[in-house]
């Protein structure tokens, strides 16, 4: 199949997913389009059956807001018409949907028949979407998508509550790819970090409010009272100043590492012991199942989509959003007792195994297939 993907390239879970998928669905032999305005983060170098087209907004001066909707939705007539595309595929219901409807009405008026999938990742529906500026835009490019995919059962009802839409959602989760063993510690990069009798403490994130990055902050000080320890962000976005003066207020910031954004996240997470994640809304929790595919437990807020991914009491534990102390006492017993660390982190890899890529990968290659006659 000839797939046109549309998706934001950047950080973001979204962009991570689509990026991935498009890889996948190239290896299996199908030709994928990526479309977007600049090269997605994870797609690495040259690759068969890829290609890139980018979005490119010009500046002109007569607008304060350059129509990128309207810049998107040409482009994609134009790839799907002139690579001859079979279907599209857009990640992220804002731009992406109403751009491809445009685009799907542009090229009907032109003969040309190109079904279009949505899929809904989370925070276009949790946060943006429920916003009443978007609200009647989404709900129709819900209704008008030939397929809408949600990443988990969470999102989809979130979506059938917050939107005037009855259409049929099918979750597709997000995927991984899996190991059926641990990765053994490579302890020479980990002294980077962190001394041999040191845990180590991750979040990876945008930073954005919805993480709730201080309570990541403010458990983990609990925790190096009681555990040596030391605490890796990794990632960026608007929180980090704040945050890295909150490490200095609470006279931990010695014990907390900085390291920006990471293309492969498995580098740090394989040097990892615990991944924490208490935000306040979670479609899905992408970054927890990639901890849990190496083998790290997940200590996690219980919100959206999250307990889908992580088992309580079984690959992490789960608690109230907010209620870092729980937190901390979940993290602090499960380092302190080995035993169950170990099981731990042998059940969080069998529970990423349910995301498999082979498990994933089929589902959206049938909503493809049942499409394009
Ligand atoms: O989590 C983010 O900040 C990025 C965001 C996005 O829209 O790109 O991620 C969302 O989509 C991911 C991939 O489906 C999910 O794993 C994340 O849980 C979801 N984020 C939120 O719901 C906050």
Redesign the pocket.
């Known amino acids: 199949m000839k797939i046109g993907i549309v998706l934001?390239p950047t950080f973001?879970?979204?962009?991570?997913?689509a990026t991935e998928l498009g890889k996948a669905l190239a290896k299996k032999g199908h030709e994928i389009h990526f479309i977007t305005y600049s090269q997605p983060v994870r797609l690495g170098s040259f690759r068969e059956n890829i290609f890139y087209h980018e979005v490119t907004i010009s500046d002109y001066p007569l607008f304060d807001y350059q129509p990128y909707e309207t810049i998107l939705a040409s482009k994609m007539v134009d790839v799907v018409k002139y690579e001859d595309l079979d279907i599209l595929h857009v990640h992220?219901a804002i731009p992406h949907a109403s751009a491809a409807f445009m685009a799907q009405q542009i090229l009907k008026s032109q003969g040309i028949n190109i079904p279009f999938v949505t899929t809904l990742?989370?925070?276009?529906i949790?946060?943006v979407g429920k916003d009443p500026s978007f609200e009647p835009v989404i709900s129709f490019c819900i209704n008008q998508s030939d397929a809408v995919t949600a990443?988990s059962q969470s999102l989809k009802d979130d979506t059938y509550t917050h939107f005037n839409t009855t259409r049929e959602i099918q979750v597709v989760p997000?995927f991984i790819k899996s190991k059926d063993f641990l990765t053994p510690i490579d302890y020479e990069k980990r002294r980077h970090y962190a001394k041999d009798e040191e845990r180590i403490l991750c979040h990876i994130?945008?930073f954005?409010k919805?993480?709730r990055v201080e309570d990541v902050l403010r458990m983990f000080a609990i925790v190096n009272k009681e555990i040596p320890s030391k605490m890796i962000f990794a990632g960026d976005g608007p929180e980090r100043n704040s945050l890295e003066r909150l490490s200095r207020e609470l006279g931990i910031c010695g014990r907390v590492l900085f390291i920006g954004n990471v293309s492969d996240t498995s580098h740090v997470l394989e040097i990892s012991d615990l991944f924490i994640l208490p935000?306040e809304?979670?479609?899905?929790?992408?970054a927890a199942l990639e901890a849990m595919a190496v083998g790290v437990p997940v200590i996690s807020s219980n919100t959206?989509?999250i307990p889908e991914v992580n088992i309580h009491g079984v690959s992490g534990y789960l608690s109230e959003v907010g209620d870092l102390e729980d937190m901390a006492k979940n993290a602090i017993q499960l380092l302190k007792d080995e035993t169950k660390f170990q099981e731990f982190k042998i059940n969080a890899l069998t529970q990423a195994k349910v995301f498999s890529l082979e498990n994933v990968l089929p589902l959206y290659e049938k909503i493809y297939e049942n499409l394009i006659i």
């Not at 973001?12 to 997913?17: D, Q, T």
């Not at 990742?121 to 276009?124: E, L, N, Y």
């Open positions: 934001y973001g879970g979204s962009g991570v997913v992220y990742h989370g925070t276009d949790t946060l990443v997000n994130s945008n954005r919805v993480k935000s809304t979670e479609s899905f929790g992408l959206g989509g």
